[in-house]
């Protein structure tokens, strides 16, 4: 295919290398897509913060000890070793970054969209957050602080977002699928509903 990145044209030579050695099947590189593309990712974040919206003792928990919480939750996709759940509110606006690489809880996100990995990114939110915010679509009011986590090797970090107003008839299941990964990123804020 004439259109593939040098990326991807590497990535196939080094499959079918492997498969062609006997180090690795076809079926083992399927079985990991079809895992990261259906078992791991935000949807089991989004659960977290559903069940969070209509459980307050879930919400306690998950604010004080999300590695248990998940651990509990048996999600695949690692990187949560230690993970760290902020919790937006009116007055506080988090958002998440890894400075130095592209640190990012697998587990409950999936993986890192390209712009996550952005030197532009990674520098701005720190130096600029209510200004890159506001370009991504989320404009803060100027009572509303900034907390900008930067997550690491060693520790994780996902956004509670606020839960939108006119969902209070929703059940918890539905309520998951309002929540997108970026606003579990805090780069967006999830609109209201008119009730
Ligand atoms: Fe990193």
Redesign the pocket.
Known sequence: MADESPQEIRAEALESILIEKGLLTAEAVDDVITRYSEQVGPMNGARLVARAWVDPQFKKQLLTDATSVVKSFGFEGGQVEKLVVVENTNKVHNAVV?T?????PWAVLGLPPKWYKDPAYRSRIVMEPRQLLSEMGVRLGHHVDIQVWD???EIRYMVLPMRPSGTQHLKEEQLAELVTRDSMIGVEVLPGKPS
């Open positions: 890894c130095l690489c592209s640190c990012y997550s690491s090797a």
